[in-house]
């Protein structure tokens, strides 16, 4: 593998780390995640990694994200506006955008006996998906924990959900016990929580859960309804892996939106969804049994 192709994906992942920047009192700051952005995108570009119909789409979703938040328009215009944005995204999502290329750093391969094959493919569009969600449409709660009550929230809740989601996995029979390094699980690890988890955290509590709590909020245990709506949504979007995957991925959305509430943190439910991810890569089957 060309090291250099890894360059817009590594672009991208900082933008992600510099986000937090925005709260910054200075420009310049809070700035450096977009200058981080068009660097990846023109780097993508003169890779051949992305194409203009790529750079299409990427341009859609901002200028849609623009106009959700133009409370000069009507909402007949922004009701519209949101709905070619979720379009968008879930294309993305769904690599349906022609002109995005992904990068392969793991080849197929059975990493333990009775186990699917698994490959392991850096996928631009999905992280820039996730990029786009947290810059332009995620919107932090106003009342959010310090950052020591989130870390005390995430260490005993993140390792709870993965106890009860691998644990019924085990019982369902979609894993046996397989505890195992693999090769390559830097990489792994880098594209699981830039890609996987951020993204899917950043559409599914970030923005589905977000809105939600925020539109029942005047609802007794409104919150609660929220977190276990949006995690039943979580559920059906894994309906191609069968109904126990679905089962378990709506019993992590819970552990996972729980963290979300708790904590007003999209990053404590990041965190949760990955603790769960890479625990089953080290201890279980992986990614499920055959």
């Known amino acids: 593998m060309n090291l250099s192709a890894l360059a817009p994906f590594s672009l991208l992942s900082l933008a992600l780390l510099s986000l937090g920047l925005r709260r ?18 023109l780097t993508a570009v003169l890779l051949s990694q992305i194409s203009l119909s790529g750079l ?5 979703l901002v200028l849609s994200a623009g106009l959700v938040a133009n409370a000069r328009l009507s909402a007949v215009w922004r009701w519209l506006a ?21 990068i392969a750093v793991i080849e197929p391969a059975v990493l333990s006996p009775g186990a699917r094959p ?5 996928h631009l569009d999905k992280i820039l998906l996730g990029l786009l969600l947290l810059g332009f449409f995620y919107r932090r709660p106003a009342q959010v924990q310090s950052l020591a009550d989130t870390l005390v929230t995430v260490l005993w809740l993140a390792p709870l959900t993965a106890v009860l989601v691998l644990a019924s996995a085990w019982v369902l029979g979609f894993v046996h016990w397989a505890p195992k390094l693999i090769d390559g699980l830097g ?33 007794p245990s409104g919150a609660l309804l929220a977190t276990i709506t949006t995690a039943l949504i979580f559920g059906l979007a894994h309906a191609a892996g069968g109904s126990t995957l679905m089962l378990l991925a709506t019993l992590a959305g819970v552990g996972y939106g729980l963290l979300y509430q708790f904590t007003g943190r999209i990053e404590a439910s990041i965190l949760g969804h990955f603790c769960v991810n890479l625990l089953h890569l080290l201890l279980f089957t992986y990614p499920g049994l055959a």
Do not use: K
């Open 118 to 122: 698994f490959a392991l493919y850096l």
């Open 24 to 41: 910054q009192s200075m420009p310049v700051l809070r700035d450096v995640w977009l200058v981080l952005l068009v660097s990846a995108l």
């Open 187 to 219: 990489f792994w690890m880098w594209g699981n929580l830039f890609s996987t988890c951020v993204t899917e955290e950043a559409f599914f509590r970030g923005l589905i859960q977000h809105h939600l709590a925020q539109r029942w909020h005047q609802r």
């Open 82 to 102: 949101g709905a070619l944005a979720l379009t968008a995204m879930v294309s993305l999502a769904l690599h349906w955008v022609p002109g995005f290329q992904s």
């Open 56 to 60: 299409a789409m990427v341009l859609l």
